[in-house]
């Protein structure tokens, strides 16, 4: 279902905001008054409780995103930004999602490394002229028979077993080194509010916090893109951050 309250305020955040170069949200404002802006983003939220045809896309998107589909999640939070371009929820979730997709592309090319086996190419060998037949001349002098001459034997040698050769060890291979995991933590301003981003590895994956606090002294933590308590960002990072 979709969070109302979330996206009442990152929209007021966005209307009351003064005007600024953004060509995804705020060029429509540029020359409004604080008044006039403020006006706007209360329509806008009313239209957009009331427009079933975008509560509708929300909605999918969400279940989408829970179920792990982020490609079908994303199509409908484009969907729903066209729609209702002044809505800042539907932007904010893009960017999340983008973020997650390609952090499932990296590790999942980083799963397809193989290891080819050499291949091995057959060589013929030719065979000695001792095991050719000899030719038959046509219309040749008979070869005189010469009697053979007793050879002398030469004393049979001993029978020495070689050792047994040591049993062929196997080979294995190794499974590939695992792609090592890039944290850090960025701050940035979206809108008026200020976020602080930090990524973090958990159970050898990537996982993206956010607190996003706004002008007002309200602020809102995320995980994933998921809202979470203040006690889970401070069980996390402490009051530090």
């Known amino acids: 279902m979709l969070r109302k309250p979330s996206i009442a305020l990152a929209l007021l955040l966005a209307i009351a905001a003064p005007a600024q170069e953004d060509a995804s949200l705020t060029k429509e404002f540029a020359g409004m008054s604080a008044k006039e802006r403020s006006n706007l983003a209360k329509q806008e939220l009313k239209e957009a409780d009331h427009d079933e045809v975008f509560l509708g896309l929300m909605a999918q998107a969400e279940t989408a995103f829970k179920a792990g ?4 999640a994303r199509q409908h939070y484009a969907d729903a930004r066209a729609r209702r371009p002044l809505n800042v929820y539907p932007k904010v979730k893009l960017e999340d999602l983008d973020a ?3 952090k499932r592309a990296a590790e999942e090319a980083a799963k397809a490394i193989v290891v080819e086996a050499p291949v091995v190419v057959p060589v013929a060998i030719a065979a000695p ?10 219309n040749a002098a008979p070869t005189p028979v010469v009697p053979p001459v007793a050879e002398e034997k030469a004393p049979a040698k001993k029978h020495v077993e070689s050792p047994p050769a040591p049993p062929e060890e196997k080979k294995t291979i190794a499974d590939p080194a ?3 995991l890039a944290e850090g933590e960025r701050t940035y301003m979206e809108g008026n509010a200020k976020v602080l981003e930090i990524t973090v590895s958990e159970l050898k994956h990537l996982v993206v916090y956010k607190k996003v606090q706004h002008p007002w002294g309200q602020v809102y933590y995320f995980k994933d893109g998921e809202s979470i308590a203040q006690r889970v960002w401070h069980e996390r990072f402490g009051d530090t951050k």
Do not use: K
Not at 129 to 138: E, F, G, K, S
């Open 100 to 102: 997650m997709i390609a």
């Open 69 to 72: 589909h982020f490609e079908e």
């Open 178 to 180: 695992p792609v090592p």
């Open 129 to 138: 002229d001792t095991l050719r037949a000899p030719a038959i001349q046509h």
